[in-house]
């Protein structure tokens, strides 16, 4: 059903080549975003992106609002999924690396909320956050989008390097999304570092 959805919409699909853990690789061509062709977006007004993450510790995201970095991190984690389930994924071409297990944390920034309880927010934040580290495994990935935004960005910024850094000594690897300023504090080279421009379009810093 899937399948034949997707092909009435013209949208591309490939099977992708599965990689060992070990390989640590996820390299899409034409990578979009599931979510929102079934909104109902045509899939011709759907950025697609080439999206290589490979020899990395982990991955960070910045970008204005409203330029593709919560679809993007959307659609990289629906295409391990479905790959690791034997289903094609939404790009021209895509080789990835299986990985042991898959954890999401998406602010609550991103949902319906009072804004007068942003202590509230963080401190629910912080216990999901918890709850992932207590859980993760060598070769194991973490999505984060826009985690502690609710936060002094300068406090955010030095929870989530001590969190990221953790991450990398356990043999975890991570894709951050954020407007924190952490880039410039998470230094070492085997962090890569994207941006999002105005025109859907990444860049390599």
Known sequence: RYVRQLRQEGAPLCMPKLLPMEAD???TKGLYDLHLLLEGMPIGSIT???VVIENCDG???RGANSTGKTCTI???????LFAQAGLPVCAESAEISLRDMLFCQFSSAEKDFDASDAAGRFEGEVKEVA????RITPWSLVLF???FQTTSYAEGARG???ILEALSRAGSRYIFVTHMPIFDRMTSPRVLKLSFGQDYRITRL
């Not at 959307?74 to 391990?80: H, L």
């Not at 709850?131 to 207590?134: N, Q, T």
């Open 25 to 27: 690789a996820f390299r």
């Open 48 to 50: 697609r992106n080439d």
């Open 59 to 61: 991955t960070l995201i």
């Open 74 to 80: 959307r659609s990289i984690g629906a295409a391990i």
């Open 131 to 134: 709850a992932i580290m207590d």
């Open 145 to 147: 989008n826009e985690t």
């Open 160 to 162: 989530m390097q001590h």
